[in-house]
């Protein structure tokens, strides 16, 4: 029998929810990945990081005209014309190839990126939303970045929520951080970052145990 799982984590900015995953993936004993998914992307391709990073959880749009403005090359050496990667939906496929191929070699822990939808079909996933107070998530964006002010953190959190909305949604058919979309979703404001891991960390193990 096939022993490799994926858990793949959504959430909310504030949250805590990607040192949640690094937590939770060292507890479980299995690769994290978030940011790393686009050096990734970019090594498998043959394009510039930059290429991937300017798409980053973005719904689909034309990407051509911010790209053209930077001072780097689109693709390296022997890779593939740049021509035939200049939306966000062609950068979205190669992401989402590297996150199968991932999966099909190791246990492993995603965070974003519709990796829930991308790995609808594996057999062994759970899916995690991980929200917060507004209260607590401006208090930790605040104590992360000193110079932030309230009035800042508020208008981070409701950008990059309608951004990561708009990304799932349009990718997914489905709604961000809606309970019907995951297996499990909490609020670590509750019980606070560890406490949310423990808890994870043990719905995960009786889930993948009686599979």
């Avoid at 043959?46 to 719904?59: H, S, T, V, W």
Wanted: glycine content about 6%.
């Amino acid at each position: 029998m096939d022993k490799k799982y994926v858990v793949n984590i959504g959430r909310q900015l504030g949250s805590g929810g990607r040192e949640i995953g690094e937590k939770l993936a060292a507890r479980l004993g299995i690769d994290f990945y978030d940011k790393e998914l686009i050096t990734l992307a970019s090594k498998e391709s043959g394009l510039c990081r930059e290429f991937f990073e300017k798409a980053d959880e973005r719904a689909s749009q034309t990407i051509i005209g911010g790209l053209l403005s930077m001072r780097f090359p689109f693709v390296t050496d022997g890779a593939v014309s740049a021509s035939n990667c200049l939306s966000n939906d062609a950068l979205f496929k190669v992401q989402s190839d590297v996150i199968r191929k991932l999966s099909s070699e190791k246990s492993c822990l995603f965070v974003g990126r519709c990796a829930d939808y991308v790995l609808r079909d594996h057999p062994r996933c759970v899916n995690i939303f991980i929200s917060s107070s507004r209260e607590a998530r401006i208090a930790r964006l605040c104590a992360k970045n000193e110079d932030m002010t309230k009035e800042t953190a508020e208008n981070a959190i409701d950008k990059m929520d309608k951004k990561r909305a708009e990304y799932y949604n349009y990718y997914s058919y489905k709604i961000w951080g809606a309970a019907s979309t995951y297996h499990l979703c909490i609020d670590s404001s509750k019980l606070g970052i560890e406490r949310t891991v423990d808890f994870i960390e043990k719905y995960v193990r009786v889930v993948i145990g009686n599979e």
